[in-house]
């Protein structure tokens, strides 16, 4: 059967329409109690004494004693802990946990910690400590702005943004025969086991972990959950009972990973036609008070610095900076819409400087095929740039618009950008994903590690394996993830789903299908009983990435976008009204259309919201507005009209050409939103541009009206 | 959430005794109820479910013909429908429009507004605007306290423990009315700012919500404007009149700022032609 390129219903609709899909606090088990987590109220200094100021009788109670194994939460680094022992490094660190079986006693529960305070460093360009460093070198920097005709410098700054998935974290304890089973929300089952296997050690082998209907996840159950799955299990080791632990939106939002604030200057060379000669830049990210992912966001931050150009000097040097505040992570875009809002802006500036149009600029340094990205790497054929900005452009009138709306309080401001797809440089290579068919009695089931968040997954999968054998659609079933069924087909993260799993899948039913020898599945089944078949993913033979020196092909492919956002800035409020947004973007080929616009269309308002309204407001090292009727994401009425264009430019290494598609709507709304009222003379740098950030611009002053 | 103490009323008099012998707190719509519910900052927890009382419900003009009567149960959306409360109080359709979504408007009443006292209540300029009269009852008896008198402090009213608002009064206004919210995104969200205006020949009126402790009114800037000071006169005063607050929400730079353009926008709008 025909399904790429469909619409088909999706695998999980019919469970959300209905209500009947089971998310982690729809779930009971027998005898489960509720877990509580008790934490800092400083942001760095060192406990002194810890008093339970309550009748402990029928509750569990756990602090780092309790840790079965190791109290580390097993990422890239192995500094953070399950809970403190005796340092706090920020606030809302797990300290304590409760549980007991009646909330109401849970939450009136009250512990008393002292603390012996520090001074923290909440400044990322003060901290001392870096977690870690990149230098990326191009050619001779130093020596092309020395013969440039114009050099352009510019500092951009973006802010935390909360991810606001509708179903807050959950996770719940199990103690099942021989061993324990974690069910809960999350993205990525396999990080989660590994946190848990260091938790506990080699004497509870038995462990598995399940994920449950998800309720979105943008990056944010990329790590944290193995946090929250350790406490669970922690609790559920010391009573012996189920243990349950959801967090409201209050605790969701200030112990929870944000992204990375980032600070990028940048300083350019020039030819007078506007030519890029040399671009130096340096990338500041806050890494908040643990390593978590941050080493390999500023990687990717680092990798898209320098925007979808061609310049023969480039130096991207990037640092990622200890502060004592909640560990920032994983978010949609992961580095990249932070220093590609500087990037565009900056080249939005140099139009400005050097009174060439920005249109023609952005066309004359576009990458090409053929062209050597910062990193070295030689573009292929699949390189989209020119391809999107020029269909943008022409779409929207652009060109006519910016001289009509001159002198109006309405604006036009483009941004062109890229993103890579899939874990950067030898990331694919080292992960040797896997991915799994089994035969069932009535079809075929995919048994993988990735998650279904919302994005599609099962269903995008399923059009896969179905196009590949030639069976219909609805005879294709998928497996929940239960990490002691599916293969480890490596995290939900990286625009990396479709391209690198649908992939493994492609190939997988591809061998299948030669081993059915034309038979139905039902019938193999029937005559010569089970079948399996797993593959590993192969990335393309021709990547080579230096890891020391950054240099390589950083990526297997990019998508490539242009947004064109028409905006209305208000005299007298400063508010900014968005109009109509024209969203260009080629990610290879779409495997499910209204799916892959679902996607363009989520990550355009998230895109928005980061740009105009989302203000995570720090004090004293912990977010102060941590509600949603004080932090505000965009609603129907915030949003423009929206005219999605899909572009197709398949990439041979992809299912069925497809591209990673996630991450790359990120990129465009903040600096097209910042372009835009750079037109009605406001000089932002930095997002949010608040109606308060806009109105204390310069050219602000006074009453506007 | 925890346990909550609940009874209900199935008559204003019998509301009025509960109150005296019990000291239970009045809830309707309660729309802010569990909001601070789920925060775990409620503090009553003897409540007195006084819904159904229609008799508190009603819309309608007193026995002068002139005086707007407005029911303290009458939700937001009652305020829209109203044909009356359309014609004397424009403005006050205008703010209850902008109050949260559908699901809330249904639920939230006016004297629930009024009486939960949050200086970003949308109505509240209105009624600081339209020089309106709040009708307080209770078994002693009833009683009419200025609205403009009615707040004490920050979410601190005069209403007595025993005592029910069971209306709010307003005056017929002369001069065409105006009201701007606002808020941090342009649905469902809190006011930043927000200013009932009236533009009355004799006595122009100005009211602002979410700028300080409680709803303002602004007299040297109500008097810079009767005594036909210029608009850019009557900004001055009103920068120096008006001390806004700093808030996870806005800036108080912001706040001076826009308050001095909404008053701008609200005379160049209603200049006579």
Redesign the interface.
Known sequence: MKAIGKSVSRKDGIGKATGGAKYADDITFPGMIHGRTIRSTIPCGRVKSIKYDFDTTGFTICDYRDVPSKNIVDLIEKDQPFLVETEVKHMAEPIVLLAHEDK?KL?AAKVIIEYEEETPVFDPEKSTLSFKDIDIIKGDVAKALASADVIVEGTYRTGHQEHVYIETNGLIAVPEEGGYALYGSLQCPFYVIKALRCLMGSAHPNIRVIQTETGGGFGGKEEYPSMIAGHALMLAHKSGRPVKIIY?R?EDMIATTKRHPAIVKHRTGLKKDGTLVAMDIEVILDGGAYVTLTPTVLSRGCIHAAGPYRCDNVRIRGHGMFTNTPPNGAFRGFGAPQTEFAVEVHMERIAEQLKLDPVELRRKNALRAGDLTATGQTLREDTSALMVLDEAVRRTDFSRKRKEYKGTNRAIGLALFFHGAGFTGAGERNLKSKARIDLTETGVRIAVGSTEIGQGTRTMHAQIVTEALGIPYETVEVAQPDTSRVADSGPTVASRTCMVVGKILEECAEEMKEKLGGMSPADYFKKNGPLSIERMYEPPDWIIWDDKTYLGDAYATYGWGCDVIELELD?????V?PIKMTAVQEFGRPIHPALARGQIEGGTAQGLGYAL?ENV?MRNGVM??A?L??Y?I?????MPELDIVMMENPYPGGPFGAKGLGELPMDGPGPAVVNALRQLGCDVREIPAT??HI??CPKMNG??? | MSELDLRRASSVDEALTIMRDEGRTPIAGATDLYVAAQFGTLVPRKLLDIWKLKELRTIGTAADGQTLVIGALSTYTDLMQSAVVQDRLPMLVTAARLVGGVQIQNRGTIGGNIVNGSPAGDTLPVFAAADAVVVLRSLRGERRVPFNEFYAGYRKTVIKPDELLIAVETPSIDGIQAFRKVGTRAAQAISKIAMAAVRDPKRPRIAFGSLAATVVRVPKTEAALASGNSIDEAAAVLEAEINPIDDVRSTAVYRKRVAVNLLRWFWKETAPA
């Open positions: 109401e939450h409201d209050v005299p007298y409020t400063f508010e009204k309204l407001v102060a507005n509600q009727t004080n505000v965009p609603t129907t009425l915030d109606p308060e109105a204390s009453s506007y009206a």
